[in-house]
């Protein structure tokens, strides 16, 4: 009998540039960039940061220092290497070149990992169609086949049939994502429109990848949504009732995490889920509170908001309601977790600190959301019908219902209500 043994994972070699005025750290990108790679199963055998005023526009790096790499690549027997940012076709090329090996970058690793864990029609239209677009200006002719089936980081898919590097071919195919995109996005429509008819108040859970947004989403509503310890392992956006404190019920949804440098092709192909969040009524920015660079990570996301326009028509307008939720509190350990913990709330006195993983904390932004949702509702005083009696349910589904007696005349009720239930009991109240 033949024993099936697994490939063993792609050995690569991380590049970085550390840039003047970059935000972000060089040595903790390349350390995100090595768990994205972990997470597309290849395994980081070796790293090189090189400090330039600004790209190399031929090679990335400069024809020397890719020579240097091209050793190291050889002595580490590396088979591909992996740069820390978005390349240029012609840099990508005269890098392979250079170098000896396959050559990726950040995006394709990107789309990598998204392509591995589509599982909605909706997702693998969305990865195919980010991946297409990746891809069809790095063509370097026709002819060439790209299987789907294997072959490394950079050549996966979640697409119906072998990738093609044929541009009429991708094209074609580029045209019947969007077409398959746009009815997808007419059905999101519909089903967002029947969530709007209840009335319900609506929190989405947002931040950078791997913040634990899924582990609070199944704390808070025993939603089952997959939890794992790598980027990106949700991509098809939940959304759950859950009832609150006071029996305020509202829906709670989980989105895909964000990241540095996210890929611009994915982005646009996502802008339709990503777009939900345009509806919510609550944004709830989740943040790992252990990471040492979680304010570079807070930047990245509330940047993405702004590039998807939530909130504001102007690029640096206010963002929506948003409620900052600091999470892993159980990280924090020791004298230096509490200083930790005493300056973040110094600097963010409306945050909520929880660890979804223990429970901790969870009853304070049970309230918070409740106290968000119940912000709007008017209270109301009014005698209904008998014949409305399905009118008084609702309230005691939507609202909260303080009391309610039953005379001669109909049934008097007194309770707090969402905007939209109480116009509804005002125009069917008696006079």
Not at 117 to 127: D, L, P
Not at 266 to 288: C, M
Not at 298 to 307: A, G, I, N
Not at 326 to 333: A, G, P, S, V, Y
Request: proline letters at 5%.
């Amino acid at each position: 009998m033949t024993v099936q043994t697994a490939a063993p994972p792609e050995r690569a070699y991380l590049v970085g540039l550390e840039l003047p005025r970059s935000r972000f750290d060089g040595e903790d990108s390349l350390e995100e960039l090595a768990t994205l790679v972990a997470a597309a199963d290849a395994v980081a055998v070796g790293r090189m940061l090189q400090q330039r005023r600004s790209p190399d526009p031929n090679s990335w790096v400069g024809k020397g220092k890719a020579q240097e790499i091209a050793r190291e690549v050889a002595r580490l027997r590396a088979e591909l290497v992996v740069c820390d940012d978005e390349l240029k076709p012609a840099q990508q090329r005269s890098l392979e070149e250079l170098s000896g090996v396959r050559v990726v970058d950040r995006s394709a690793v990107i789309l990598d990992i998204f392509a591995r864990h589509a599982r909605s029609r909706e997702g693998r239209i969305q990865v195919e169609l980010a991946q297409l677009e990746y891809r069809l200006p790095r063509l370097t002719g026709k002819g060439k086949e790209l299987s789907r089936l294997g072959g490394g980081i950079g050549t996966r898919g979640p697409g119906e049939s072998k990738l093609e590097s044929d541009r009429q071919i991708i094209r074609k195919r580029i045209q019947e994502l969007r077409e398959r995109l746009g009815e997808v996005a007419k059905q999101r429509e519909r089903a967002r429109g029947s969530r709007a008819s209840e009335g319900l108040f609506l929190a989405s859970l947002v931040g950078y990848t791997n913040a634990g947004k899924s582990t609070l989403m199944n704390a808070l509503s025993n939603a089952n949504v997959l939890v794992a310890d790598q980027p990106f392992a949700t991509l098809d956006p939940t959304t759950r009732r859950v009832t609150l404190g006071g029996g305020t019920t509202v829906l709670l949804s989980d989105t895909v995490g964000f990241v540095n440098k996210l890929p611009p092709a994915l982005v646009a192909a996502f802008r339709a889920t990503l777009e939900e969040l345009n509806h919510a009524d609550l944004l709830v920015h989740v943040v790992d509170v252990s990471h040492p660079n979680a304010h570079e990570r807070m930047r990245v996301v509330d940047e993405t908001l702004r590039s998807l326009g939530l909130g504001s028509p102007r690029a640096q307008g206010p963002l929506q309601p948003k409620l900052l939720v600091f999470n892993q509190t159980d990280r924090l350990r020791g004298g230096d977790g509490a200083a930790l913990r005493e300056a973040l709330a110094a600097e963010f006195p409306a945050a909520i600190f929880v660890s979804a993983l223990l429970g901790e904390g969870l009853d304070a932004l049970r309230e918070r959301l409740a106290a968000a949702a119940t912000a709007r509702w008017k209270r109301i005083d009014a005698t209904l019908p008998y014949a409305a009696g399905a009118l008084v349910q609702r309230i005691r589904q939507r609202g909260a219902l303080r009391r309610a007696d039953y005379g001669e005349r109909g049934i008097r009720i007194e309770a707090e209500v969402p905007p939209e239930l109480a116009a509804e009991i005002a125009a069917a109240k008696l006079r």
